[in-house]
């Protein structure tokens, strides 16, 4: 494979790494000093009313934003009669949806109604269900700077605005308020950066069609957001706000890498991918195995570190009365890693336009969850709703994976050799938290350097010496 095209994925990536992961860290701590601020009751409603908005969202995505991308890259002139046409569809999709789910929302909060709280969370929705095709339109034309200092400011923003408002003492209704006013400011900055670089048009004629050729992505981000959300609002219903009080503890934390992950994938992996699929298949399947190692090794290493830190990012973060969270976070670690492996797998199918096949498997695991999860909620609760979510996860994984290894757009080898490393820094982790239950501060220091040097170890100096290549703007050289 050529080392241009995989320097440019690799450049991609890392900025959407980075934009992304610097909004959700702070979006994430954000979330913590809120936790920590109220009590587990009112998390547990804000937390529920901003997934219910939040799925409603996942109603306007009709795949034109992913087949914006998929259009655009190669012809950049369409972007702004396909950046009209999709603004207009989620907007017409998305207020009904919201206005809809209004008189839903007290199932979710244990039969009482927080209409002002609900009402400054749709506004967020809506601010966010908007934007993503204008990140889309950015993220074609190689804006990925701009992208990342955007999530970055909201991500600041937020956490400026909470801890502000914990300072001054006001309750969970303001906080709801601060996030709709932060949520809509960074719109409108994001809709005046497009503009500038994308004029906006409306084809309506087009409407039909550009709908027809891309809906395929939207029943597959409408199923995606089912069986990522069926355990949540399981939780919700069952057991009411205190338990998604202390699921939604944990969750928060374990957010920020799904959302960089997903980040990477969609607005750095996935419009290259489109590129190489239709013009250099062998760079298409080196494209992938190299995907497949960047989401692996990240993703294992995110997720060990947390298991060993859980007990002190919970205890030490949001204090004591989030005890129940620690469980619940170290078994969801590995719902992360799962997510992570997913991503590769995900992109390749969409990028090479595998859509209905990934839309049945998609189906398979959100039916498999919702049977299995109206079991597991109802007996076991939030162990249950944390048990649901991998279920999920690994039965998506199984699919996906053996089918693109079946079809040769990945193949298993490319991260085979990381595995006894990665075994025996499991099987360390695990031991640490057994023999230094109480060591809050000692255990993550001391692991934390175990696991940096296995990892190492384990990618060798070939590998890093290549890693190291394309961190420096120049530098060519194949990374397979």
């Known amino acids: 494979m050529k080392s241009k095209p995989l320097h440019a994925l690799f450049v991609r990536a890392t900025y959407a790494f980075s934009g992304t992961l610097v909004g959700r860290l702070s979006a994430a701590a954000a979330g913590v000093i809120m936790a920590r601020s109220l009590q587990a ?12 908005s939040l799925l409603c969202g996942s109603f306007t995505d009709t795949g034109m934003t992913i087949g914006m991308q998929r259009d655009g890259a190669n012809d950049h002139s369409q972007l702004g009669g396909l950046l009209g046409n999709a603004l207009f569809v989620r907007l017409v999709i998305g207020v009904p949806a919201l206005v809809i789910a209004f008189f839903f929302s007290s199932k979710m909060t244990a039969g009482h109604l927080y209409g002002l709280i609900y009402l400054f ?63 809509i400011a960074v719109f409108i900055w994001l809709a005046v950066a497009t503009l500038r670089v994308s004029p906006l048009r409306f084809n309506f004629r087009e409407t039909v069609s550009q709908f027809q050729t891309s809906f395929v992505y939207g029943i597959s981000g409408l199923v995606f957001s089912l069986y990522s959300r069926i355990p949540f609002l399981y939780l919700s219903y069952f057991k009411g706000p205190v338990a998604v009080g202390y699921y939604a503890a944990a969750y928060r934390i374990l957010s920020v890498l799904y959302v960089v992950g997903a980040g990477a994938y969609q607005r750095a992996f996935l419009p290259s991918l489109f590129g190489l699929h239709s013009k250099d298949i062998g760079a298409f399947r080196s494209a992938g195995n190299f995907m497949q190692k960047y989401f692996f ?31 619940i976070m170290r078994v969801l670690c590995l719902s992360v890693f799962l997510n992570f492996l997913l991503y590769s797998g995900d992109a390749c199918m969409t990028a090479a336009d595998k859509n209905y096949r990934k839309i049945l498997f998609q189906v398979i695991g959100t039916v498999v969850g919702a049977a299995a999860g109206l079991y597991l909620v109802k007996t076991y609760g939030i162990m249950g709703t944390a048990c649901t979510d991998i279920l999920i996860r690994l039965v998506l994984l199984c699919l996906f994976l053996s089918y693109t290894y079946k079809i040769r757009y990945m193949d298993f080898a490319s991260i085979a050799r990381f595995i006894p490393a990665f075994a025996l820094a499991l099987a360390g982790s695990i031991a640490s938290v057994l023999f230094m239950p109480h060591a809050l501060v000692l255990r993550p220091v001391v692991m934390g350097i175990a696991l940096l040097v296995i990892m190492l170890a384990a990618l060798g ?20």
């Not at 009751?41 to 219910?52: I, K, P, R, T």
């Not at 990240?298 to 009365?321: E, Q, R, W």
Request: hydrophobic fraction near 50%; charge should be positive.
């Open 41 to 52: 009751e009112m998390f547990g409603v804000y937390s529920a009313l901003w997934e219910l």
């Open 297 to 327: 090794i990240f993703g294992f290493f995110s997720a060990v570190v947390l298991y060993i830190s859980a007990d002190t990012v919970i205890l030490l973060l949001m204090g004591h009365k989030y005890a129940p969270s620690i469980g």
């Open 121 to 183: 969370l749709s506004l967020a929705s809506a601010a966010v269900f908007l934007s993503e095709p204008m990140y889309s339109v950015l993220q074609v034309l190689g804006r990925q700077r701009s992208v990342a200092a955007i999530e970055s400011v909201r991500g600041v923003g937020s956490l400026i605005g909470i801890a502000a408002l914990v300072a001054l003492r006001r309750g969970v209704t303001e906080m709801a308020l601060l996030q709709a006013a932060i949520y």
């Open 461 to 480: 100096p070939t590998y890093l010496r290549t890693l190291a290549g394309y961190l420096r703007p120049h530098r060519e050289s194949p990374l397979c």
